[in-house]
Protein backbone atom coordinates (compact mmCIF):
# COMPACT_ATOMS: atom_id res chain seq x y z
CA UNK A 1 0.00 0.00 0.00
CA UNK A 2 1.08 3.48 -0.81
CA UNK A 3 1.94 5.61 1.92
CA UNK A 4 1.59 8.85 -0.32
CA UNK A 5 -0.71 11.54 1.40
CA UNK A 6 -2.65 14.14 -1.01
CA UNK A 7 -1.21 17.55 -1.21
CA UNK A 8 -2.95 19.63 0.95
CA UNK A 9 -2.57 23.85 1.67
CA UNK A 10 -1.24 26.71 0.36
CA UNK A 11 -0.01 26.84 -3.12
CA UNK A 12 -2.41 23.23 -3.71
CA UNK A 13 -5.35 24.25 -6.49
CA UNK A 14 -9.04 23.96 -5.52
CA UNK A 15 -10.52 20.95 -5.71
CA UNK A 16 -12.68 22.35 -8.48
CA UNK A 17 -9.79 22.68 -10.77
CA UNK A 18 -9.45 19.00 -10.72
CA UNK A 19 -9.30 16.77 -13.95
CA UNK A 20 -10.63 12.94 -12.36
CA UNK A 21 -10.02 9.72 -14.15
CA UNK A 22 -7.07 10.86 -15.46
CA UNK A 23 -4.82 7.47 -16.26
CA UNK A 24 -1.27 6.99 -15.00
CA UNK A 25 1.71 6.44 -17.12
CA UNK A 26 4.27 6.23 -14.48
CA UNK A 27 3.89 1.95 -13.95
CA UNK A 28 3.04 -0.69 -15.55
CA UNK A 29 -0.69 -0.61 -13.74
CA UNK A 30 -1.57 2.64 -15.05
CA UNK A 31 -4.52 3.32 -12.47
CA UNK A 32 -6.68 5.32 -14.24
CA UNK A 33 -8.53 6.76 -11.43
CA UNK A 34 -6.76 9.80 -10.29
CA UNK A 35 -7.19 13.23 -9.54
CA UNK A 36 -5.13 15.65 -10.88
CA UNK A 37 -5.37 19.64 -10.48
CA UNK A 38 -3.50 22.50 -12.78
CA UNK A 39 -2.71 25.52 -11.61
CA UNK A 40 0.08 28.19 -12.67
CA UNK A 41 2.68 26.27 -10.60
CA UNK A 42 2.08 22.97 -12.56
CA UNK A 43 0.65 19.70 -12.21
CA UNK A 44 -0.84 18.42 -8.36
CA UNK A 45 -1.97 15.00 -7.94
CA UNK A 46 -4.89 15.23 -5.64
CA UNK A 47 -6.28 11.92 -5.15
CA UNK A 48 -5.43 8.50 -5.65
CA UNK A 49 -2.05 8.86 -7.02
CA UNK A 50 1.32 7.25 -5.21
CA UNK A 51 4.93 8.69 -4.72
CA UNK A 52 5.41 7.55 -7.96
CA UNK A 53 2.83 9.47 -9.60
CA UNK A 54 3.77 12.68 -7.72
CA UNK A 55 6.95 12.65 -8.45
CA UNK A 56 5.88 12.01 -12.61
CA UNK A 57 3.35 14.39 -12.70
CA UNK A 58 4.98 16.89 -10.37
CA UNK A 59 8.42 17.51 -12.00
CA UNK A 60 8.93 20.43 -13.76
CA UNK A 61 9.93 20.39 -17.25
CA UNK A 62 9.70 23.70 -18.60
CA UNK A 63 12.55 25.28 -20.23
CA UNK A 64 14.45 22.27 -21.72
CA UNK A 65 15.92 23.27 -25.28
CA UNK A 66 17.16 21.26 -28.18
CA UNK A 67 20.24 21.02 -28.54
CA UNK A 68 23.32 19.68 -31.02
CA UNK A 69 26.41 19.31 -29.31
CA UNK A 70 26.02 21.05 -26.89
CA UNK A 71 24.56 24.73 -27.99
CA UNK A 72 20.86 25.44 -27.80
CA UNK A 73 19.51 25.24 -31.57
CA UNK A 74 15.25 25.84 -32.65
CA UNK A 75 13.82 22.05 -33.19
CA UNK A 76 14.28 22.16 -36.64
CA UNK A 77 18.01 22.32 -36.51
CA UNK A 78 17.84 19.40 -34.00
CA UNK A 79 15.78 17.25 -36.45
CA UNK A 80 18.00 18.42 -39.25
CA UNK A 81 21.20 17.24 -37.52
CA UNK A 82 19.75 13.79 -35.52
CA UNK A 83 18.62 12.64 -39.36
CA UNK A 84 21.95 13.44 -40.87
CA UNK A 85 23.10 11.43 -37.88
CA UNK A 86 20.97 8.77 -39.04
CA UNK A 87 21.69 8.47 -42.44
CA UNK A 88 25.30 7.98 -42.09
CA UNK A 89 24.54 5.27 -39.80
CA UNK A 90 25.17 1.63 -40.76
CA UNK A 91 23.95 0.37 -37.94
CA UNK A 92 21.65 2.77 -35.52
CA UNK A 93 20.51 1.04 -32.26
CA UNK A 94 16.83 2.05 -31.20
CA UNK A 95 17.06 2.45 -27.69
CA UNK A 96 15.32 3.26 -24.54
CA UNK A 97 12.06 2.97 -26.07
CA UNK A 98 9.86 5.10 -23.10
CA UNK A 99 7.53 6.18 -24.96
CA UNK A 100 4.04 5.32 -26.10
CA UNK A 101 2.21 3.25 -28.18
CA UNK A 102 2.21 5.63 -31.12
CA UNK A 103 5.98 6.62 -30.45
CA UNK A 104 6.90 2.96 -30.63
CA UNK A 105 5.09 2.76 -33.87
CA UNK A 106 7.18 5.58 -35.00
CA UNK A 107 10.17 3.93 -33.99
CA UNK A 108 9.48 0.58 -35.98
CA UNK A 109 8.70 2.66 -38.76
CA UNK A 110 12.45 4.29 -38.79
CA UNK A 111 14.06 1.54 -37.77
CA UNK A 112 12.98 -0.47 -40.44
CA UNK A 113 13.67 2.74 -43.08
CA UNK A 114 16.86 3.23 -41.45
CA UNK A 115 17.56 -0.47 -41.09
CA UNK A 116 18.37 0.06 -37.22
CA UNK A 117 17.66 -2.94 -34.31
CA UNK A 118 15.07 -1.92 -31.50
CA UNK A 119 15.51 -2.92 -27.86
CA UNK A 120 13.40 -1.58 -24.81
CA UNK A 121 16.15 -0.42 -22.03
CA UNK A 122 13.97 -2.95 -19.31
CA UNK A 123 13.43 -5.88 -22.15
CA UNK A 124 16.14 -8.18 -19.77
CA UNK A 125 13.22 -8.14 -17.19
CA UNK A 126 11.16 -8.69 -19.58
CA UNK A 127 12.84 -11.50 -21.44
CA UNK A 128 12.37 -13.52 -18.28
CA UNK A 129 8.83 -13.95 -19.38
CA UNK A 130 8.75 -13.82 -22.89
CA UNK A 131 11.32 -17.35 -22.93
CA UNK A 132 8.28 -18.87 -21.20
CA UNK A 133 5.95 -17.88 -23.40
CA UNK A 134 7.65 -18.74 -26.36
CA UNK A 135 8.68 -22.38 -25.41
CA UNK A 136 6.03 -23.54 -23.21
CA UNK A 137 2.71 -21.18 -22.88
CA UNK A 138 1.44 -19.93 -19.78
CA UNK A 139 -2.23 -19.66 -17.81
CA UNK A 140 -2.22 -15.95 -17.05
CA UNK A 141 -5.18 -13.51 -15.62
CA UNK A 142 -5.88 -9.65 -15.61
CA UNK A 143 -5.41 -6.84 -13.52
CA UNK A 144 -9.42 -7.12 -13.02
CA UNK A 145 -9.76 -10.93 -12.59
CA UNK A 146 -7.72 -10.76 -10.24
CA UNK A 147 -9.02 -8.20 -8.11
CA UNK A 148 -12.87 -9.71 -8.48
CA UNK A 149 -11.90 -13.24 -7.98
CA UNK A 150 -8.55 -14.00 -6.01
CA UNK A 151 -9.05 -15.44 -2.57
CA UNK A 152 -5.33 -15.82 -2.00
CA UNK A 153 -2.16 -14.43 -3.63
CA UNK A 154 1.22 -15.42 -3.74
CA UNK A 155 4.04 -13.10 -3.88
CA UNK A 156 6.67 -14.66 -5.87
CA UNK A 157 10.41 -13.54 -4.84
CA UNK A 158 9.21 -9.73 -5.61
CA UNK A 159 8.40 -6.66 -3.52
CA UNK A 160 6.11 -5.60 -5.72
CA UNK A 161 4.93 -2.12 -3.90
CA UNK A 162 8.50 -0.85 -4.97
CA UNK A 163 7.44 -0.87 -8.74
CA UNK A 164 3.92 -0.56 -8.04
CA UNK A 165 2.93 1.35 -5.05
CA UNK A 166 -0.64 0.93 -5.82
CA UNK A 167 -1.09 -2.94 -6.43
CA UNK A 168 -2.11 -4.19 -2.88
CA UNK A 169 -4.29 -1.28 -2.79
CA UNK A 170 -5.73 -1.74 -6.34
CA UNK A 171 -5.87 -5.69 -6.70
CA UNK A 172 -5.79 -7.50 -2.85
CA UNK A 173 -7.08 -5.11 -0.32
CA UNK A 174 -10.14 -3.48 -2.76
CA UNK A 175 -13.10 -2.55 -0.98
CA UNK A 176 -15.54 -4.94 -2.89
CA UNK A 177 -15.21 -7.41 -5.60
CA UNK A 178 -17.40 -7.56 -8.72
CA UNK A 179 -18.91 -11.56 -7.25
CA UNK A 180 -20.67 -11.99 -3.81
CA UNK A 181 -19.10 -15.84 -3.55
CA UNK A 182 -15.45 -13.97 -3.42
CA UNK A 183 -14.19 -14.77 0.00
CA UNK A 184 -14.09 -11.70 1.93
CA UNK A 185 -10.84 -11.92 3.33
CA UNK A 186 -7.57 -12.89 1.03
CA UNK A 187 -4.51 -14.64 1.86
CA UNK A 188 -1.45 -13.51 0.92
CA UNK A 189 1.84 -15.98 1.04
CA UNK A 190 5.36 -14.47 -0.13
CA UNK A 191 7.49 -16.73 -1.22
CA UNK A 192 10.89 -15.74 -0.62
CA UNK A 193 13.33 -14.03 1.93
CA UNK A 194 13.38 -10.99 3.29
CA UNK A 195 10.45 -9.71 1.19
CA UNK A 196 8.64 -6.66 2.37
CA UNK A 197 5.44 -7.28 3.30
CA UNK A 198 4.41 -4.09 4.81
CA UNK A 199 2.29 -3.72 1.37
CA UNK A 200 0.03 -6.35 2.87
CA UNK A 201 -2.55 -4.52 4.65
CA UNK A 202 -6.20 -4.04 4.99
CA UNK A 203 -9.84 -5.01 5.73
CA UNK A 204 -9.40 -7.63 3.16
CA UNK A 205 -5.86 -9.11 4.26
CA UNK A 206 -6.89 -12.11 6.45
CA UNK A 207 -3.63 -14.90 7.12
CA UNK A 208 -0.05 -13.62 5.95
CA UNK A 209 2.72 -16.44 5.03
CA UNK A 210 6.15 -16.31 4.55
CA UNK A 211 8.46 -19.23 2.96
CA UNK A 212 11.60 -17.76 3.58
CA UNK A 213 13.93 -19.56 1.13
CA UNK A 214 16.74 -17.33 -0.94
CA UNK A 215 15.44 -15.24 -3.78
CA UNK A 216 17.42 -17.02 -6.14
CA UNK A 217 15.76 -20.37 -4.95
CA UNK A 218 12.16 -19.49 -5.09
CA UNK A 219 12.06 -21.83 -8.02
CA UNK A 220 12.98 -24.89 -6.12
CA UNK A 221 10.49 -24.40 -3.53
CA UNK A 222 7.74 -23.69 -6.45
CA UNK A 223 8.98 -26.89 -8.12
CA UNK A 224 8.35 -29.03 -4.73
CA UNK A 225 5.17 -27.71 -4.38
CA UNK A 226 4.08 -28.77 -8.16
CA UNK A 227 5.62 -32.14 -7.05
CA UNK A 228 3.93 -32.30 -4.03
CA UNK A 229 0.92 -31.96 -5.67
CA UNK A 230 1.80 -34.34 -8.33
CA UNK A 231 2.22 -37.08 -5.10
CA UNK A 232 5.52 -37.50 -6.38
CA UNK A 233 7.24 -38.97 -3.09
CA UNK A 234 9.94 -36.27 -1.54
CA UNK A 235 12.80 -37.74 0.86
CA UNK A 236 14.53 -34.23 1.25
CA UNK A 237 13.68 -32.51 4.47
CA UNK A 238 14.14 -29.26 3.28
CA UNK A 239 13.98 -27.08 -0.25
CA UNK A 240 16.13 -24.27 -0.27
CA UNK A 241 16.19 -23.95 3.33
CA UNK A 242 11.74 -24.40 3.72
CA UNK A 243 11.37 -27.48 5.89
CA UNK A 244 9.27 -29.62 3.35
CA UNK A 245 6.19 -29.79 5.84
CA UNK A 246 5.36 -25.98 5.20
CA UNK A 247 5.96 -26.71 1.53
CA UNK A 248 3.24 -29.82 2.06
CA UNK A 249 1.02 -27.67 4.03
CA UNK A 250 0.90 -25.02 0.98
CA UNK A 251 0.70 -27.09 -1.29
CA UNK A 252 -2.91 -28.32 0.86
CA UNK A 253 -3.56 -24.42 0.75
CA UNK A 254 -3.12 -24.55 -2.93
CA UNK A 255 -5.24 -27.05 -3.57
CA UNK A 256 -8.22 -26.12 -1.33
CA UNK A 257 -8.08 -22.31 -2.34
CA UNK A 258 -11.21 -21.34 -4.96
CA UNK A 259 -8.50 -19.29 -6.92
CA UNK A 260 -4.57 -18.79 -6.13
CA UNK A 261 -3.06 -16.45 -8.53
CA UNK A 262 0.63 -16.06 -8.44
CA UNK A 263 2.47 -12.70 -8.86
CA UNK A 264 5.41 -11.69 -9.79
CA UNK A 265 7.34 -8.98 -11.22
CA UNK A 266 10.44 -10.10 -13.87
CA UNK A 267 12.53 -7.12 -12.77
CA UNK A 268 12.87 -8.18 -9.09
CA UNK A 269 13.85 -11.30 -10.39
CA UNK A 270 17.19 -10.02 -11.30
CA UNK A 271 19.49 -13.41 -10.76
CA UNK A 272 20.87 -15.81 -13.63
CA UNK A 273 18.31 -18.02 -14.98
CA UNK A 274 15.33 -16.21 -13.30
CA UNK A 275 13.41 -17.50 -16.07
CA UNK A 276 13.41 -20.74 -14.60
CA UNK A 277 11.45 -19.23 -11.77
CA UNK A 278 8.93 -18.11 -14.42
CA UNK A 279 8.82 -21.74 -15.98
CA UNK A 280 8.59 -23.51 -12.08
CA UNK A 281 5.59 -21.15 -11.59
CA UNK A 282 3.92 -21.52 -15.02
CA UNK A 283 4.10 -25.15 -14.40
CA UNK A 284 2.39 -25.36 -11.30
CA UNK A 285 -0.33 -22.73 -12.33
CA UNK A 286 -0.99 -25.74 -14.83
CA UNK A 287 -0.94 -28.19 -12.45
CA UNK A 288 -3.61 -26.60 -10.26
CA UNK A 289 -5.52 -26.42 -13.52
CA UNK A 290 -5.74 -30.10 -13.62
CA UNK A 291 -8.25 -30.39 -10.89
CA UNK A 292 -9.45 -26.46 -9.91
CA UNK A 293 -8.17 -23.24 -10.71
CA UNK A 294 -5.46 -21.11 -10.90
CA UNK A 295 -2.87 -18.73 -12.66
CA UNK A 296 -0.18 -16.32 -12.83
CA UNK A 297 -0.22 -12.25 -13.00
CA UNK A 298 3.33 -10.75 -14.08
CA UNK A 299 4.31 -7.33 -13.30
CA UNK A 300 6.61 -5.29 -14.46
CA UNK A 301 6.22 -3.26 -18.05
CA UNK A 302 7.22 0.27 -16.76
CA UNK A 303 8.06 2.91 -18.97
CA UNK A 304 6.33 1.72 -21.54
CA UNK A 305 7.44 -1.71 -21.74
CA UNK A 306 4.77 -3.03 -22.34
CA UNK A 307 3.80 -1.30 -25.41
CA UNK A 308 6.98 -1.96 -27.22
CA UNK A 309 6.50 -5.05 -26.72
CA UNK A 310 3.12 -5.41 -28.15
CA UNK A 311 3.26 -3.13 -30.91
CA UNK A 312 7.19 -4.81 -32.04
CA UNK A 313 5.20 -7.84 -32.14
CA UNK A 314 2.09 -6.56 -34.14
CA UNK A 315 4.47 -5.16 -36.63
CA UNK A 316 7.56 -6.72 -36.94
CA UNK A 317 6.17 -10.36 -35.76
CA UNK A 318 8.79 -10.38 -32.66
CA UNK A 319 8.90 -8.94 -29.15
CA UNK A 320 11.39 -6.81 -29.37
CA UNK A 321 15.39 -7.16 -30.05
CA UNK A 322 14.47 -7.02 -33.97
CA UNK A 323 17.22 -5.95 -36.57
CA UNK A 324 15.88 -3.92 -39.72
CA UNK A 325 19.69 -4.14 -41.11
CA UNK A 326 18.89 -7.02 -43.69
CA UNK A 327 15.58 -5.41 -44.66
CA UNK A 328 13.56 -7.59 -42.85
CA UNK A 329 12.72 -8.04 -39.30
CA UNK A 330 15.45 -10.53 -38.21
CA UNK A 331 14.99 -11.53 -34.33
CA UNK A 332 17.34 -12.93 -31.97
CA UNK A 333 16.93 -12.24 -28.27
CA UNK A 334 20.76 -12.88 -27.22
CA UNK A 335 22.51 -10.97 -30.22
CA UNK A 336 20.18 -7.92 -30.52
CA UNK A 337 20.26 -7.15 -26.59
CA UNK A 338 21.42 -3.29 -26.90
CA UNK A 339 23.57 -3.31 -23.77
CA UNK A 340 25.54 -6.35 -25.17
CA UNK A 341 25.39 -4.68 -29.02
CA UNK A 342 27.22 -1.46 -27.47
CA UNK A 343 29.44 -3.41 -25.22
CA UNK A 344 30.69 -5.83 -28.34
CA UNK A 345 31.28 -2.58 -30.34
CA UNK A 346 28.19 -3.20 -32.69
CA UNK A 347 25.70 -0.28 -34.08
CA UNK A 348 27.84 3.35 -34.74
CA UNK A 349 24.79 5.05 -33.26
CA UNK A 350 22.40 5.07 -30.59
CA UNK A 351 19.14 7.08 -30.76
CA UNK A 352 17.60 6.91 -26.65
CA UNK A 353 14.40 7.41 -26.55
CA UNK A 354 12.95 7.92 -22.76
CA UNK A 355 9.66 9.72 -22.43
CA UNK A 356 8.16 9.03 -19.06
CA UNK A 357 11.27 9.29 -16.21
CA UNK A 358 14.66 11.18 -16.01
CA UNK A 359 15.98 7.39 -14.45
CA UNK A 360 15.61 6.26 -17.99
CA UNK A 361 19.29 7.24 -19.18
CA UNK A 362 21.41 5.19 -21.79
CA UNK A 363 23.82 2.39 -20.75
CA UNK A 364 27.15 3.81 -19.52
CA UNK A 365 28.39 1.96 -22.54
CA UNK A 366 27.00 3.98 -24.85
CA UNK A 367 29.92 6.62 -24.60
CA UNK A 368 31.48 4.78 -27.49
CA UNK A 369 28.75 5.88 -29.68
CA UNK A 370 27.42 9.34 -30.95
CA UNK A 371 23.85 9.70 -29.19
CA UNK A 372 20.86 10.75 -30.39
CA UNK A 373 18.60 11.63 -27.21
CA UNK A 374 14.88 12.20 -27.48
CA UNK A 375 13.88 12.70 -23.89
CA UNK A 376 12.27 13.78 -20.55
CA UNK A 377 13.87 17.42 -19.24
CA UNK A 378 16.39 16.42 -16.46
CA UNK A 379 17.04 13.27 -18.03
CA UNK A 380 20.44 11.61 -16.54
CA UNK A 381 22.95 10.96 -19.28
CA UNK A 382 26.44 9.79 -18.05
CA UNK A 383 27.43 11.19 -21.69
CA UNK A 384 26.85 14.02 -23.75
CA UNK A 385 24.74 13.56 -26.78
CA UNK A 386 25.31 14.73 -30.29
CA UNK A 387 21.48 15.72 -30.58
CA UNK A 388 19.12 16.21 -27.89
CA UNK A 389 15.41 16.75 -28.55
CA UNK A 390 13.08 17.19 -25.30
CA UNK A 391 10.16 15.24 -25.33
CA UNK A 392 6.55 15.46 -23.62
CA UNK A 393 5.36 12.74 -21.78
CA UNK A 394 2.65 10.77 -22.48
CA UNK A 395 -0.41 12.10 -20.30
CA UNK A 396 1.21 14.96 -19.01
CA UNK A 397 2.03 16.94 -21.82
CA UNK A 398 0.63 15.57 -24.23
CA UNK A 399 -2.77 12.52 -24.99
CA UNK A 400 -1.20 9.26 -25.82
CA UNK A 401 -2.07 5.51 -25.52
CA UNK A 402 -0.31 3.12 -23.78
CA UNK A 403 -1.18 -0.61 -22.76
CA UNK A 404 -1.51 -2.14 -19.20
CA UNK A 405 0.88 -4.75 -17.42
CA UNK A 406 -1.59 -7.52 -18.13
CA UNK A 407 -1.51 -7.15 -21.82
CA UNK A 408 -5.64 -6.59 -22.38
CA UNK A 409 -6.44 -3.23 -22.44
CA UNK A 410 -4.51 0.04 -23.61
CA UNK A 411 -5.60 3.08 -21.88
CA UNK A 412 -6.07 6.42 -23.01
CA UNK A 413 -3.94 9.42 -21.64
CA UNK A 414 -5.00 12.60 -21.01
CA UNK A 415 -3.35 15.47 -21.92
CA UNK A 416 -3.25 17.93 -18.76
CA UNK A 417 -1.02 20.17 -20.56
CA UNK A 418 1.80 20.61 -18.55
CA UNK A 419 3.92 22.12 -20.86
CA UNK A 420 4.52 22.40 -25.11
CA UNK A 421 6.80 19.49 -25.66
CA UNK A 422 6.42 17.56 -28.69
CA UNK A 423 5.11 14.59 -29.00
CA UNK A 424 8.51 11.50 -29.43
CA UNK A 425 5.88 9.92 -32.03
CA UNK A 426 6.09 13.29 -34.41
CA UNK A 427 9.82 14.44 -33.71
CA UNK A 428 10.68 10.30 -34.56
CA UNK A 429 7.85 10.71 -38.07
CA UNK A 430 9.56 14.07 -39.12
CA UNK A 431 13.00 12.25 -38.95
CA UNK A 432 11.97 9.39 -41.20
CA UNK A 433 10.37 11.81 -43.51
CA UNK A 434 13.58 13.48 -43.90
CA UNK A 435 15.54 10.31 -44.34
S1 LIG B 1 0.77 2.53 -8.83
FE1 LIG B 1 1.74 3.03 -10.80
S2 LIG B 1 0.08 3.58 -12.20
FE2 LIG B 1 -0.75 3.58 -10.09
S3 LIG B 1 -0.60 5.73 -9.47
FE3 LIG B 1 1.29 4.72 -8.77
S4 LIG B 1 2.79 4.97 -10.45
FE4 LIG B 1 0.75 5.48 -11.26
Known sequence: MSNWTPAQGPGVPPKSNAISDVACPFCGLVCDDLEIARDESGLHVIKNGCEKAVAG?????????????????????????????????????????????????AVMALADKSGGVVDHALSEGQYRNFRVLQ??????????????????????????????????????????SLFSDTPEKRTVVFLGKGLDQSGAQGSRIGEILALGADLDRVGEVVAALSSTIRGAPTVAESIAGVPIAEIRAL????????????VWAP???????????????????????????????????????????????????????????SG???????????PNMLANGEGDLLV?????????????CAGKVPLVVLGTPGLKLANPPRVYIPVGTP?????????????????????????????????????????
Open 57 to 105: FERKVDGAKPQVDGRDVDLETAIRAATELIGKSALPLYGGLGTDVDGIR
Open 135 to 176: TTGWIMTTLTEARNRADMFIIVGSDLHKLHPRFYERIVNVES
Open 251 to 262: AERLQAATYPVF
Open 267 to 325: PSLAFPNADLVVTAVSDLVKELNVKGRAAGLALGGNEGAISAGAVSSWQSGYPLRVSFA
Open 328 to 338: KPDYDFLRYAI
Open 352 to 364: WIASFTPDLGPPA
Open 395 to 435: GADHAGRIIRVDNVVSLPLKNLGRSNLPRAADILAAIELAL
